[in-house]
């Protein structure tokens, strides 16, 4: 079983900063991409940012240069420092774990509040 826990959320007024983390437990192949999705109320679930084990990363074109993705192989945990934030930015994040080895596997976190507000 896998298990993905959260944390770093939070209010934060816009232009503000803030780091989520996420740590992974459980049999978790080594080869895989870890991501960080967000969801706003009304809206579908959408990619942030992911980073694959060997380093390749992407961003999603309303976070680029303001959002950076980094993780640490050795403890499975995966953070995203979110600068310059913007009341758009406001959703729940959601933390993922996945990869393929003879099937599609994808884990999720519970979710962490993020609300940019005067």
């Known amino acids: 079983q896998v298990q993905l826990v959260e944390s770093g959320g939070g209010l934060v007024q816009p232009g503000g900063s803030l780091r989520l983390s996420c740590a992974a437990s459980?049999?978790?192949?080594?080869?895989?991409?870890m991501g960080w999705y967000r969801q706003s109320p009304g809206k579908e679930r959408e990619l942030v940012a992911r980073i694959s084990s060997g380093g390749s990363l992407w961003y999603a074109d309303s976070v680029k240069g303001r959002f950076t993705i980094f993780r640490d192989n050795a403890k499975n945990t995966v953070h995203l420092q979110m600068n310059s934030l913007q009341p758009e930015d406001t959703a729940v994040y959601y933390c993922n774990v996945a990869w393929r080895r003879f099937d599609d596997y994808s884990y999720w976190g519970q979710g962490t509040q993020v609300t940019i507000s005067s």
């Open positions: 459980g049999s978790i192949f080594s080869i895989n991409v």
